[in-house]
Every structure is written in structure tokens, then in C-alpha cells.
């Protein structure tokens, strides 16, 4: 048995193709994320990698849209979005394939 704890990752990212994982793939990547009332990234998109962002705990706005507990949002290739915290915010996020610098922060 191996023990690892979240606070070691790199911003809550544990699997992918990236130092430190626990598990290193370029398959996909995982990450369980927290967020305090308030908290913003920026608008971004991946060119290559999908991404889905399930609101575990609290609320969010992206793009406009408020999402809630349970929501799970897919983002394709090519879409943009920016992230804002409307309270307490706990999400996992799946991205795949784990593509090194395929984010890409709008212009706007």
C-alpha cells in the first residue's frame, strides 16, 4: 500500500502525464479541486483535450451559468470558459488525453 495526500500534487491534479502524479499517463488526467467563495481562472480552452468538471460541493458560475451540486459540465475541444466561486467550491475534473500545454488563455 502506497500513501499519498492531495496537498502534495501540483493545484489538486493526481493522475496524468505530469510531476508529481500518482499515476502517470498520458491517457487522461484527474484532479480534485478546491475553491474559496470568490476565487476566478481565467477563460481558457484546450485545442486537443475534453474536459469534464463535476461541482461536488458549493457553487459556480462558467460562461454565465450558474452550476450547483451534482452538475457536471463537458467541455470539447474548443470550448472556452472561465471559472468563478460563488461560495465554497469542491469539483473533480477529468481531462483527456493528459496533453502538456494545451491550455490556452483567452485574449479577451
Not at 41 to 60: P, Q, W
Amino acid at each position: 500500500m502506497k500513501i499519498n495526500n492531495l496537498e502534495a500534487m501540483y493545484k489538486g491534479w493526481f493522475v496524468g502525464d505530469f510531476i508529481p502524479s500518482i499515476y502517470s499517463t498520458s491517457d487522461i488526467e484527474i484532479a480534485v479541486k478546491y475553491y474559496d467563495c470568490g476565487d476566478y481562472e481565467e477563460s481558457h480552452t484546450h485545442k486537443i483535450a475534453t474536459e469534464l468538471t463535476v461541482i461536488i460541493e458549493g457553487e459556480a458560475k462558467m460562461n454565465d451559468t450558474i452550476f450547483r451540486k451534482g452538475d457536471i459540465i463537458t467541455l470539447l475541444p474548443g470550448d472556452e470558459t472561465d471559472f468563478y466561486a460563488l461560495s465554497k467550491v469542491t469539483t473533480v475534473v477529468v481531462k483527456y488525453p493528459s496533453v502538456k500545454n494545451d491550455k490556452y488563455i483567452s485574449e479577451k
